[in-house]
Structure formats: C-alpha cells, structure tokens
C-alpha cells in the first residue's frame, strides 16, 4: 500500500460554503484549499470572522440549515464528501473523522457519569459489551495522561478540571481511532500550564495513533507548537499557506506579517517596542472590498490592490500566497508607511517617578466556606489573597501573572475596594484604603479605577458611548459641566474612536471599540492608579495590539500608574515596569520585568516560561511541565504551597523535605527582586534560562 | 517487528452500499488493489481485490452493451466482494513474519488486521517487501557479503565472533537453508564503513566458510 500513503487524509479543493439569509446568499467562505497528509498536523490561523470553523464545520457537513457547500471538493482518503447524504456523514463522523471543540464542559453531558459518556461511544459504534467498552475507555484515558482514570470514569464533569475534560474530550475523539482529528480551538480556554501540557499531548498521539490532525487557533504561538503546516485565513479564504518556519520567518503575505508585528514577543520590552495593530477590521462577507480583500487594511496596498483581486499562486516551491507583491514581501522590501511608525515620547522617570503611589503590606483576603460539620466545627476559609506585600511607584505598571485560581483578581478587587480585605494595609498616596468601595470618599474613587476583562457586561447596554463616559466626567467634576462634551470627544479621539461614536450604543460596537469606551471611562476622571483585569485576553490579536499601544499611550501621555492583570507573560513583559508572579495567593516573586524573565528565577516563574507558547520556530523552550492543577486554596499545602507541583524540589537535600515543613525565606536577589523559596540563590543562578533563540539558523539563511 | 507497526493505519475502506462501478473508479483513482469492506464501527464485511471485480461473463446473458450497462449499475461491492467468514485476516499483535507466512500459504497479497472485528489497518505485500528492504539496510550504503557454512549450529556465532574482533559493527545480517545445497546455511552480512578488501581479507580466514558473493552498495 505504498502508493496510499502519498493519498492525502484530506484534501479541500476550491471549497466554498454560502449561508442562506434574508438578505440572499453569503459566501462565508471562498476558493479555499488544502491537504492533510496521514499523521500531519494542518494548522489554520486568524482572527475571529475569517471562517476558520466554517470551513471545519463543512468537512463534516455540520453547517446547519442554512449552510451549504456550493463549490468544491472535499476529498477524505480519496472519496468526496459533498454531496453525500446525511446517513453516510453520520457513519463517517463517527468512525473516522472526530472533532474536539473549544469549551470541553459543552461537549461533555453535565448529567452523565464520565464513563457512561466514554463507553457509550463504543457501544453505540461498536456494539461492544458494556464492561469491555469500559476497559478499553480506561485504557484510552490512560493513554491522555488522565491520573487515576477508573476514578475519573465514576465521575460527573463538574468534578474534574478544565484541562482533565479537555483530556476526556480527546479520548472519547480518539477510541474510535479516527483517521482525521478536527481541533478547533482545543486548548483557548485553558491556562497556560494546562494548555501547554494539552499541546505536547496532541503531538504524542499524533505519531502514536498516525491520525492527521487539522488543528483550527487564533494563536500564532500554539501553531508553531503543534503543527507542519499552516494555513493563514482572512475574510473565508486562504491568503498564504506554507510550512511552519516559512510562515514565522519568511512571511509573503502583509495580513500575515501583520499577525506576528502585533503579538508581543517575549524578548520584547516595554520601552524599546510598539505593536503594530492591523487597522480596521475583518470585512463583513456580505460587503468585500472589490479587489484584494486585505487591501483597505493593508499597509502595502498599490492601485492595482484596488482593481484586481489577487489569486493564490506558488511564490516559493510548498509556499502559497495571495498578494499582488508577494515576492517584495519576501525580500521585505516593503515597508510600513512612516505615519504608521510608532511616536513614542521618551517617557519621564525624573524624581517623581519614586515616589510610591500604593503600598500593600501584608494583605489577606479570606473568603467564608462554609463548615463541613452541622453543628459546630470550626469555621473554614479560603485563603483567595494571603500575605501579599507589594507597591507600585508613580508612572509604573504593576503585572501580575498566575494560572486562575491564584487570586489575581481577588487582589486586585480588594484593593479596588469590591472585596472587604481580612487584614493587611492598604496605602494610596498616603490614605488608607482599606475600606469598601461604597464608604470611599468621591476623591479616592476617582483616583482608583478599574478596566475590566469583559467589555461586554461592564457597558451598559442602554445607555450611548458618550453618556457612559461623560458619567464620570460629571460625577468626580474633572471639567466643567458645559465642557463634559468636548471632553468626551477629546477621550474618544485620544480612544482613536472619533466623535460619531458619541451617539452609538454598545452593541454597536465591534470587542475592540467597547474595550476602548471601557478605557475611556475609566481614565475620564484622570485617575492615579487604574487597575486593568485582563483587558484584552477576550480579544483578537490585531485588536489587543491596538489596546495595548493605547494603554501605553495613556501613560505616557497622563503619567497614569497602573496594574495589569494578564496570564499572557508576553503581554506582560511587553507592557509592565514590575511584574509579580501570584501562585496561590501569595507572591513568589516579584522584580523589575526583565530580572523575572532570566535566571534566577522562582520554580513556579520558570516552569509558566516554559509553558508560554511562541510564535517562532526558533525558539528553543525548556520543557517543564507542572503536575495537576492549582490546589485548593481553603487547605493551601503547608510549607511551601508550591511544593506539591515544584520540579526543583530536588535540588534541595533530602529531596526538598524542608518545602514541606517551613514556609520558605524572602531570598533578595536584588533591592527590588525578591524570590519565595527554599533553593539558595546560587542554585537557581545555575539553571539555563528557559528560552533561548537560535539566531545561528537565521544568519545561516540570510 | 510486530504487524501493529508496519501496518497502514486508517486504510481506505468502502461500505457495501456502494456500487463497484463507484468502488472500481475509487480503487484505481487512488492506486490500491485491496479494499476492506466495513459496516457500522468499521467492523469487517469483507474484501474486495481487483480479481474480485472482474465480472464473470457467464453473469451477462448478452454482450448488449445496454445490457452489460445496467447490469453493472445494478451490481453493489455486496454482491462481488470476498465474505468476511473467507477473508484472511491477521492480528495486530502478530508477528510480521507470520503475517508473511499467512499470505504466502494462503495465496493472498493482502491482510486485513483486525483487532475484535473492528479493522485498525491493513498489511500488505509491499510492508512486507519494504520491510524486508529495511532489514538488510539496502538504503544504507555498505558491502554485502554472502558466505556459505555448514549448518551447524555455532556457526553464525562465528562469523559474528570475528567480526567483532576487528572491531567491526554489523549493519543487517539475515541467513537462510542455502538453495540447492543440502545441508548448507547461506548468510548476508553487510558492514559499513570498512574497505572491501579487509572485509574480504577477515571473512576468509573462517574455517568451513566460504564467501560466495560480495558486492558494494549504495
């Protein structure tokens, strides 16, 4: 069977899908194609919009009613899909083509035991003894990595972690042993310890079961980890596909480049860099730009952009693009026009710069639980923030990084004032700020402000743009009543958002625009110290590069002290002064941003770099996986709380005995980097740093 | 070097719904000779080969060529294909030699691998010939030397002691009854890196073994 190996699991050819509506057809995806070779893995990238699922939905005919495949060919292991009848989909769908989806709690039934949802599979399918199926479902869940999975098979959904039902999602796709795995989205929901260990669980049964993977995600970084191939999409078609190394290092097509100028790279800082946004957005599929799509949007753009709409052609031999000027963006003699050349102020750290704008000593935060005894027992807590010291300077940010559940937001929001602190002092230039948001004087509320990660449920939905933002503005009186308006105008413009926003309501508005009024909103009253909660980790990469310049525009322009929440690293170290590293409750380390990302560095620090992925083949990442999830915070292990999870332990004499007992030392490795750990300095000094660039192999092409 | 291994995973499979005319087209567009037969949960039917879809002129009353038409249009894989209880099929666990062994004894190019009915793969005459490629390193560059010894048992052992005493590692060696040569035992033996003439020079000093053919490679 030689001659069946070079027959492609998959092959799209010229696919096209329109969706019915009212308005007539809407072609949400055009004139794409690709092949999957057995045991490969085919990425597709881009924003939100460009038709990604749409087209994962098509192999498998899940379009809906109103879908429908109108050009094209779909052919798995040599047979066409179009066309076929439901039926025939079915057996198929089952049998040898399997799809994960983003959110695993919406592919698991909530109501079903983990193992009557796993066995079922085999015996529908199969027909198999119901205690066969479960063996070999045990076996399978072995098989992800799953600890202890005849427990698991005994339990609802609810009761495992995120990353064990993505798990359990993978298994249940993969005992059927399907030929061709759909991923979309697999790993967007996770954290990124979990998501990494997801990553290299893909990778592994990739070779071992020889199952073509088509592997569907917004994040450059995750694609150079899993696959061969990638294929970039923008506005439902295909607008470059090559490998992997050809597409981080040698893009040909501008929507392509701009995909990787707008993601910060973990080498970047704050003061050397700028993103660089891809202005607009996606064009709606019922209102294309007549010539090539990308154009109104594309820094390059020349009059025949306009006219003619490029076609997909081979530039380099296995390197597709379509763009007029593909070989000029290869030889990168195209460059962005000057305007859109960033204009950064030299930023101003005279002597102001010191002075402290808040001091946060020994804060705990303790949430209630409830005793599990009926009568009497002792009371219980979740330690959500426990024993955490920090301060922010004038004109700093703050990030703080840490897989959920480490109390980021909880520290944040007890110092916003939203959850009442157990003990601690809190310090805002001077004052005390430990009481709740309600009994704060107006001064203090207008001087601490916050963003929040979701733009959606923090507008509200009724009222315009410009009456939410000019709220503020007439609240804390920052100018007088009769120039509130001009003031909105000035933050929308300073928003880049221009003055017919004014009268829009939220749902008018695109992610992007909504997270901007939130921003504004928050700045209106010329705050100190605004606190941002994830503000952009909802939203696609060329908006977040957007945000992110213009929340570094901000500072610079209002000298406005900020603390930024993020389990990006990237995104952190791009924009942060001080970052602090969170794991359950407590710091382990804290210093200036570019200390936290060299030796030495906190086990925890080292294995989050480890996990983060990164746009560039290059990179050589250490592979460091943690163990289990973040354990509970209402019985915090003893000692060390890292403890459980560490992969240095042994680096300690009797295999780390002492983490378990004592409460490890500050260890100051300079006057502002502190590290929460028992190894001597000396120790971690020695350890390689987590991620080194192989810039051999790029002077050896260039 | 268990089947499980050298087996195609994912074969391409047909469901006996289809029509051979669909069923031969998919065959040759794809170059396979063999296609398994499944029904629900990929669970074997039976096969079909090339041979199987030559249709018997005696199943055509006429040679109208309307008739042989709609004859053909009427005939579904069902009809034609080799029935699960004849086909021969293989363990995944078996060994890649029993596989060969079955497929030569049997008279079949090609073995379904199944493991509780349900087919994982498909094992054909050419894993078997690629493996065999393989097993003597024939991509490898190296000379191959091929010596006849009685058989005896200890003698293979030799020939290995005093490749080993030059300091000389063995890139693949296989042996087999030497043909027509009663009671003789023909061994290959290739080595890389080390002149012709030395390996030459060593092999004969062996008492009772006799280099019958030596050749490079590349």
């Known amino acids: ?702 | 070097m268990l089947v499980k291994d050298y087996m195609t995973r994912h074969p391409m499979m047909g469901d006996p719904g289809m029509s051979i005319v669909e069923a031969r087209h998919y065959m040759n567009e794809n170059h396979i000779r063999h296609l398994p037969i499944v029904g629900d949960g990929k669970r074997l039917i039976g096969l079909v080969s090339r041979q199987t879809l030559l249709v018997e002129p005696g199943r055509i009353s006429s040679l109208d060529i309307w008739e042989i038409a709609h004859h053909l249009s009427k005939m579904t894989v069902s009809d034609v294909m080799v029935r699960k209880e004849d086909v021969v099929t293989i363990d995944p666990d078996a060994t890649i030699e029993e596989a060969a062994r079955v497929m030569v004894e049997k008279k079949v190019g090609c073995l379904p691998v199944l493991e509780d009915e349900v087919v994982v793969g498909i094992i054909t005459e050419t894993d078997i010939m690629a493996q065999l490629t393989a097993m003597m390193a024939t991509r490898i560059p190296g000379v191959r030397v091929t010596i006849h010894m009685p058989e005896v048992r200890g003698e293979l052992a030799r020939l290995v002691a005093a490749i080993s005493a030059q300091g000389w590692g063995i890139l693949a060696c296989g042996g087999a009854p030497a043909p027509r040569e009663p009671g003789k035992w023909e061994a290959v033996i290739k080595i890389r890196g080390v002149p012709r003439g030395e390996i030459v020079a060593a092999l004969s000093q062996i008492k009772g073994q006799e280099i019958v053919d030596v050749r490079e490679t590349d």
């Open chain 1, 1 to 702: 069977m030689r001659q069946a190996r070079d027959i492609p699991v998959l092959r799209v050819e010229n696919l096209a899908i329109s969706y019915e509506t009212r308005y007539g057809d809407v072609q949400a995806v055009r004139d794409v194609s690709f092949e999957i070779q057995r045991g490969d893995a085919y990425s597709i990238v881009g924003e939100s919009g460009c038709g990604k699922s749409t087209v994962a939905f098509g192999i498998v005919n899940f379009l809906g009613r109103n879908g429908k495949i109108v050009d094209g060919r779909i052919l798995f292991q040599g047979r066409d899909l179009v066309g076929r009848s439901q039926e025939e989909l079915r057996k198929l769908r089952g049998d040898r083509i399997a799809m994960v989806y983003q959110d695993p709690m919406q592919a698991l039934n909530p109501t079903l035991r983990l193992g009557d949802q796993l066995s079922e599979v085999l015996i529908v399918h199969r027909g198999m003894a119901r205690s066969e199926a479960e063996d070999r479902c045990v076996h399978m869940l072995e098989q992800v990595h799953m600890p202890d999975p005849a427990n698991v098979m005994q339990r609802y959904p609810h009761q495992i972690s995120g990353g064990q039902q993505q798990r359990v999602v993978i298994a249940m796709a993969l005992l059927n042993d399907p030929a061709l795995l759909i991923m979309d989205e697999p790993t967007t929901a996770l954290d990124v310890t979990v998501e990494a260990a997801v990553l290299d669980l893909v990778a592994e049964l990739q070779t071992k079961f020889d199952t073509a993977i088509m592997y569907i995600s917004h994040n450059l970084g995750v694609v150079a980890r899993v696959s061969d191939r990638v294929g970039v999409m923008y506005a439902g078609t295909m607008v470059e596909r090559a490998s992997v190394s050809d597409i981080y290092l040698h893009p040909s097509h501008p929507y392509t480049l701009g995909l990787m100028h707008c993601v910060p790279k973990l080498g970047m800082d704050k003061s050397s860099s700028y993103l660089y946004p891809i202005r607009g957005r996606v064009p709606s599929p019922k209102n294309l730009p007549p010539g090539c799509i990308f154009e109104p949007r594309c820094d390059f753009a020349r009059k025949i952009c306009q006219e003619e709409r490029p076609s997909i052609r081979e530039v380099e031999p296995g390197h597709w693009s379509r763009c007029h000027f593909a070989e000029q963006v290869l030889a990168g003699e195209l460059q962005p026009l000057a305007h859109l050349l960033p204009n950064l102020e030299a930023r101003e750290r005279s002597g102001e710069a010191s002075k402290l704008v808040l001091n946060v000593e020994g804060a705990r935060t303790y949430y209630d639980a409830p005793s599990t005894k009926l009568i009497g027992g002792e009371k219980q807590f979740v330690k959500a923030v426990d024993d955490v010291s920090f301060s922010i300077r004038k004109g700093q940010t703050l990030g703080i990084v840490g897989e959920s559940g480490c109390g980021k937001s909880t520290l944040v929001k007890t110092i916003i004032g939203l959850e009442k602190p157990t003990a601690g002092t809190f310090e805002f230039m001077g004052v005390d700020i430990s009481t709740p948001v309600s009994s704060r004087d107006l001064d203090l509320i207008k001087n601490l402000q916050m963003v929040f990660q979701n733009p959606d449920s923090t507008l509200n939905p009724s009222y315009s743009v410009g009456a939410q933002i000019a709220r503020p503005l007439r609240r804390f009186k920052t100018v007088p009543r009769n120039d509130v308006r001009d003031e909105v105008v000035r933050l929308l413009n300073m928003m880049r958002l221009g003055e017919n926003y004014y009268d829009r309501l939220p749902r008018q508005l695109s992610g992007g625009e909504k997270q901007r009024v939130g921003i504004a909103r928050a700045i209106a009253g010329r705050p100190e110290l605004v606190m941002c909660d994830e503000p952009v980790s909802a939203l696609d990469v060329s908006v977040q590069a957007a945000v992110l310049n213009l929340l570094l525009e901000v500072q610079n322009e209002m000298g406005t002290t900020m603390a930024f929440i993020a389990h990006d690293l990237s995104v952190v170290r791009f924009f942060c002064d001080t970052i602090a590293v969170m794991y359950l409750g407590q710091i382990v380390e804290i210093g200036p941003a570019e200390a936290i990302y060299a030796p030495p560095y906190h086990p925890y620090t080292e294995a989050l770099l480890s996990a983060v992925p990164i746009p560039d083949p290059r990179v050589e990442q250490k592979h460091i996986r943690l163990m289990g999830g973040v354990p509970s915070a209402l019985h915090p292990p003893s000692g060390c709380r890292f403890h459980t999870r560490c992969p240095r332990r042994s680096l300690l004499p009797d295999g780390g005995a002492i983490c378990e007992t004592t409460v490890p030392p500050w260890q100051q490795v300079t006057e502002e980097h502190r590290i929460f750990c028992h190894i001597p300095l000396e120790e971690l000094y020695k350890l390689e740093a987590v991620i080194t660039i192989d810039v051999e192999e790029e002077s050896h092409v260039g």
